[in-house]
């Protein structure tokens, strides 16, 4: 005969919180984390709206937390490790922006002779300004030359590639990028000239 264990010999978060700290045991971790493991994987989809992305940030909080758990007196570990899950999925997205930021700077110039824009090299804030008008004119095209062009120059996808995310045509995605390219160029004229006014 078979009894199951009360709910007293099953050892609350906070017992084995003291036990992971006094004997630093990265199976007691384990187990703890277990418990929370799809709270933890269902705040990182909701930040993160990635489920690649979110199993990664699944391990990499385990990781962080066999330091961090040493560290810090944790009276409520459900809560505690809520608001370490949202603080590094928040830094990832701070992280991929600045990332995202820092490409699209990068490519810039190549972006821009290719879209025949002149960006005016007159300090950081025209560059914003610049950059905000390129996205604004991204933002506005139509869905298909959008995806393309987002694609072409701010993933650095080349045609082939584009082919199999999209299941455009090649012919297809020629003609949005070389649409798009036109549109935006148009659009980007345009508000540098409204600026200027």
């Known amino acids: 005969m078979f009894f199951k264990p009360s709910k007293s010999d099953i050892p609350t978060d906070a017992e084995l919180v003291k036990t992971y700290q006094d004997k630093g045991d990265i199976v007691i971790l384990g187990k703890l984390y277990h418990r ?78 290719e879209l025949g824009v002149q960006l005016h090299p007159t300090g950081e804030d025209k560059l914003e300004d610049d950059l905000q008008a390129m996205e604004k004119a991204i933002e506005e095209l139509p869905e298909e030359q959008k995806k393309c062009i987002k694609l072409f120059y701010l993933e650095q996808k080349c045609y082939r590639e584009i082919v199999e995310l999209t299941d455009y045509e090649l012919k297809k995605v020629k003609s949005y990028i070389q649409n798009g390219k036109r549109k935006i160029k148009i659009l980007m004229e345009a508000s540098i000239n409204e600026s200027n006014e």
């Open 36 to 113: 929370y493991t799809a709270l933890v994987f269902g705040v990182c989809m909701k930040y993160l709206r990635n489920e690649e992305e979110s199993k990664d940030a699944v391990m990499q909080i385990f990781e962080k937390l066999v330091d961090s758990l040493k560290k810090h007196e944790v009276a409520n570990f459900k809560s505690w490790l809520h608001v370490m899950t949202k603080n590094h999925c928040l830094m990832q997205l701070r992280a991929k922006k600045k990332m995202q930021f820092e490409g699209l700077e990068e490519n810039n110039s190549k972006t821009n002779m």
